[in-house]
C-alpha cells in the first residue's frame, strides 16, 4: 500500500515538474523608458534574468544595467552574440552594457554557459 | 563569497569524514560519528551549498533550471534523509552530501581559471597598446597619453618604441616589427610615405609619422573587435545543445524520480538505497560540459588564429571550412603582388606613353598604376582629355587633341581589328604571363603595353600544400587566359577560368559550388560579391575594406601560405567542438545510466561522491580540451598531410 502511495506522489511530482518548467509561463518583461534621447533597464540577474524581454525604441542610445545577485557561477558572465559582447558580472555590482538600437530586430543574450536566456526587441 | 573560499570550506569540513571513512575497513569506529557527520556536513550545506539553493531556487521561481537546481536537489535530498535516518537509527549518508559539494565546487574553482584563460587571448591584444606617445605640439615634442593623440598629430618614434597609433611615415625610416599585429615574424622596411600600425615595435630607426587613425578606428582596435564577435559568435552546431539545455534539467528531475519509484516501488530496494540511486542521476547529469563545449572551443581558436594573423569572423565560418573542397583564388594582389610593372613597350613609346598615361590617369585599376608609373619615371607630360568613358571590363576612352583615343583589353578588339606584326608581339608578351594593354587612336592600334604582376614568392608553395591535402585549386581572373594560364602553371594551380568579368566572379563562385563546398581568396573590391557567395571568404588583409568586411577569414599577412594554415585552423577548432560535445554527451549518456543502477546485476554502480567527482570532471575537462587548442600543431607549410 505504501509502495503504491509513493508511486502516485512520484509520478505527480513528474507531472508537477513538466507543468513547471516546459507549461506555458508569463515571463517578466519590460519597456525602457525614454528620457533626454537615452533609455536605459535594469536587469535583476538571479536564477535567471528579470526582466526577460527587454523593447527598446530603435535609435536611441540604449543601456542595459545588469546586476548579479546570485552567487552562481552559471551567471557570471553575460554575452550578447550578435554585438561580440562578453561582459563579467562581478556579484552585486552594476555593470552598463550599450546596446546598439541603430537596427531593429530581436537580439538574444545568454549566459557564459547558455543556459540561460533573455531578449532585447529594438523596434 | 567567492567560489575558491566556498571549496576551501567544504575541504576542511569533508576531510574528518573521508578519514572516518577510510579507518572504517579496519574496524575503527568514531563513538558517535553520526552526531559529527551531521555538524560537519550542516556547515558544508549552509556555508558552502547555501548559494547552490539561492540559486536553485531563484531560477524555480522563475520557471527555469540549471546545474545548480540538481547540485541543490541532489545534496539537500542526500543530507535530509540522513538526518531523517539518523533519528530512526538507519544508515546515514551525510558524507555523500559534503563530498558532492565539494568536488562539484573543485570542479568550478578549475573551470573559472580555464575559462579566464581562454578569454585572455584578446585582453592581451588590448594591452600591446602604448601608453603615450610624443608628439608635435606648437612646434614642440611633448608627451602625451594615448588618448589625448588626435588624427593629424605629428608623432615622434624613437628605436625600440611602440607606434602609438596608425599613421603614414613623414620623415626618417626604420624597420618595424609588426608581429603582434599581422602575425609577420620578419620586421618590415619603412620609408617616407609608408604606413605604419600602431602598437607594432619600432627597431633601429627614428621617425615621424602623421597620425591617421586613432582610439577605435585603429587596426588594432579594430581587429579587437572582430575577434570579439567571432569569440561569442553563435556556432550553428549549438543550436543542439540550446535546444538540449532547455530540457535538460526538467528531464533528469523527472529521471531521478523515476530511477528512486522503480528501485523503490518495483525492484523493492530499501528507501536508502533507492534515494542514493536517485541522488546519483541528479548529481552525475552536468549541463554544464554541453554549454561550455562551443564557446569555450570558439574563444580559444579564433584567439589562437588572432595570434597567427589570422581572423576568423564567426563559428559559421568554421563549421563550413570542413567541408570545403575547392580553393578559388583571385590572381591580382592575391596569387600575384598585386603591383604590376610596365616590362616592354611596343610601338613609338613616347606616344604610346602619352596616350596611355592621359586616360589612366583617373583610373583606379591596379594597371593603371603601373603605366602612370612608368610615366612619371620617363618624365612624359599627361595631355588633357575631354569626354572620359569608362567601357567596362574593356577598358577607357577619351578625346584627345580631338581623335577620339583608348587603352583597353584584348576585348576591345572585338571591335578593332589589329595588325599581323602586333599580334605577333602580342602573342609573346602574353605568353610570357605579361598583361598586354592596347592603345589606340581612331579605331587603329599604335601601341602594346605589357604590363606583368609577378606571383608571390609564396604563392607556390601555398598552392602546393592545399594539393597536398587533396583541395582542387582554381583561379579565377579577369585578365585573358594565355597570361592567366602561364600564371597559374608557375604557382602549380590545376585550373584557370580568365577573362571573367568583375561582375561574374560570383557566378562563376556559384557554379563550383554545385561540385561541393568553396573557398574563396580575394582582396578587390570586384572579389566582395564573390567573397559573400562563397561557403568561405577568405580576404587578404592588405584588401580593400569591403572585401575584409566580405570574408569570413581575414589573413593580416597577405601571406597565401595562411590559407591553409587558415583552413587547417578552422578543422581543428570546429572538431575541438565536435569532440568537446561528444564528451560532453557522452558524459550524460552513459553517466545517467549508470547512476541510476541500470548495471547493477553487472556490478557496476555510482555513489553520489563518484557521481559528484565524474560531473566535475566533465565540465573540467570540456574547458581544459577547449584551451589545449593553443597547443595543437598548425603547420601550413606539411606538405604532406
Redesign the interface.
Known sequence: MARILVLLICLAMIGFIFWWFFGKHEVASATADVADNKQSVDVEVKGGYSPEVVTLKKGVPATLNFTRKDASSCLDRVVFSDFGINKELPQNEQQSIEIDTSKAGEYQWACGMDMFHGKVIVK | ?T?TKRFWISLIFSIPMLIGMILMPFGIMVPGSEWIQFLLTTVVMGVAAR??M???????????????TLVAIGTATAYIYSIYAMFTHQAVFFESAAFVVTFVLLG?VF??RM?NNA?NAIEKLVDLQAKDAEVMRNGQLVRVPLSEIVAGDVIRVKPGQKIAVDGVITEGNSTVDESMVTGESMPVAKNIGDKVIGSTMNSNGTFMFKAEKVGSDTMLSQIV?LV???????API?NL??KV?E?F??LV??LS??T??VW??FLGASVATALIFAVSVLVIAC??AL??A??TALMVGTGRGAKMGILIKNGEVLEDVNDVTTVVFDKTGTITKGKPEVTDIIGDEKQVLTIAAALEESSEHPLAAAILDKAQAEQIQAATVSNFQAIEGKGVSATINQQQAFVGNDKLLNEIKIDSELNKQMIRLQDEAKTVVFVGVDQRIVGLIAIQDAPKETSKEAIATLKARGLRTVMLTGDNERVAKAIAQDVGIDEVIADVLPGDKADHVEALQKAGKVAFVGDGINDAPALTMADVGIAMGSGTDIAIESGGIVLMKNDLRDVAKALELSKKTFNRIKLNLFWAFVYNVLGIPVAAGIFYTFGLTLSPELAGFAMAFSSLSVVTSSVLLNKAKISGDVKTA
Request: charged share 20%; with cysteine.
Open positions: 563569497m567560489i548559494p547552490f539561492d540559486s536553485a531556487w531563484s531560477s524555480f521561481k522563475k520557471h527555469h533550471s540549471n546545474m545548480d568550478q573551470e573559472e575559462r578569454s573587435e570579439k564577435k567571432a569569440q561569442n559568435s553563435h549549438q545543445t540550446d539545455s530540457i534539467v526538467p528531475l523527472s524520480i523515476l528512486f519509484t523503490y516501488v549541463p554544464c554549454g561550455l562551443t564557446p
